[in-house]
Structures are given as C-alpha cells and as structure tokens.
C-alpha cells in the first residue's frame, strides 16, 4: 500500500480518502511507475487534458494524447515517485525522480506526450491546504502502453469529505477504487 502523508497544512480525513483512492487506481492498473504530486492548494476540472498556454492567451486542451498539465513548479509542494519491485509482486519501493514539472515554456509542453516517456505509469495529483480550505480535487492519468485514461475529481468537506464533482470517472467507479 502506498501512503500519501499528511502535512500540517492537511487534513488527514482528506489525505487518508486520497490514499484509499490512489491505491485502488494501482490495484485497478498495476503500473511500474507512479507520480504522486501535491499541489497547493485546489485545481478545478479545466486541469484535465490541459497541455498549454499559447502567447499567454490561448488555452490549449489535447484528447489525442496525454500532455503533463502546465502546473507552476511553485504550485508543487511535493512529489514522490514509486517504481514497482523487480519481482512485481512484492509492491513498489520510494525512488528518486528528477521532478515532473519544471520551468519551462507552456508551449514546450506540447512536445511532450505522456506516452513517449512513460510505458507503465500512474500519475496522480491532489491539493493540499484541506485544513484551512473545506475543498479540494484529485486528478489521475494513467498510461499502459498507448492505452491512456483521464479522471478528475473534486470533494467538498461539510462534517465528511463528499465527493463534489467528476469527470471522465463515475461516481460509481470512483467509489468503486475506495473499495479496491
């Protein structure tokens, strides 16, 4: 079980649904990578399929093939990167990676598709700041070859943390990953 830890600025009934739903993606996928990716604070829906920003004005969404969305380094509070056991079986050990998101031109994004740098990899990103904010989202891209899949996911806190909104992901399946 891979676990995504708490910080200060967390809350851990959040961080602990995060990580109920980020292993069952892995248990659904088995990848031999994993990118998890904390970011601050909340990131709404547009994020998914976001490849670029073109003369500072023209947002770029691609279905084709997925991009790393263009989030500011300065957003990134941290990311932690898995590799699966040699023997596959035995779970994924805590590695170094050089950092997903880096300064570079929005547009540069756009040459680098997913698929072409990863063959197995899960990625998953999810805001922080829950304790001082009652909301925030989670985002996963997962890639198998030239198989790529896409879900969005937004929680809002009342008492609970309550899923808010989806997208490209039912509420059913991802319930379904809280059970995994």
């Avoid at 996963?140 to 198989?147: C, D, K, M, P, R």
């Avoid at 992901?169 to 995994?180: A, C, D, M, V």
């Amino acid at each position: 079980m891979i676990e995504i830890i708490a910080t200060e600025d967390d809350d851990p009934k959040f961080v602990e649904l995060a990580s109920r739903i980020l292993n069952g993606a892995v248990n659904s996928s088995t990848p031999a990578e994993i990118y998890i990716v904390r970011i601050d604070g909340w990131f709404d829906h547009k994020w998914e399929f976001f490849a670029a920003v073109i003369g500072l004005q023209l947002g770029v969404w691609r279905w084709d093939s997925l991009r790393l969305p263009p989030f500011n380094p300065n957003r990134v509070k941290e990311q932690r990167y898995f590799r699966l056991n040699e023997q596959g079986n035995s779970g994924y050990s805590l590695q170094d990676a050089p950092a997903l998101h880096i300064n570079q031109s929005s547009s540069d994004n756009l040459k680098k598709r997913l698929n072409d740098i990863v063959d197995s990899a899960l990625f998953f990103w999810y805001g922080s700041g829950t304790n001082k904010f009652d909301r925030s989202s989670m985002m996963v891209y997962s890639i198998q070859g030239q198989q790529e899949s896409a879900w969005y996911a937004s929680f809002l806190k009342n008492i609970e943390w309550k899923v808010n909104k989806t997208k490209g992901i039912s509420r059913r399946e991802l319930e379904g990953l809280l059970n995994l």
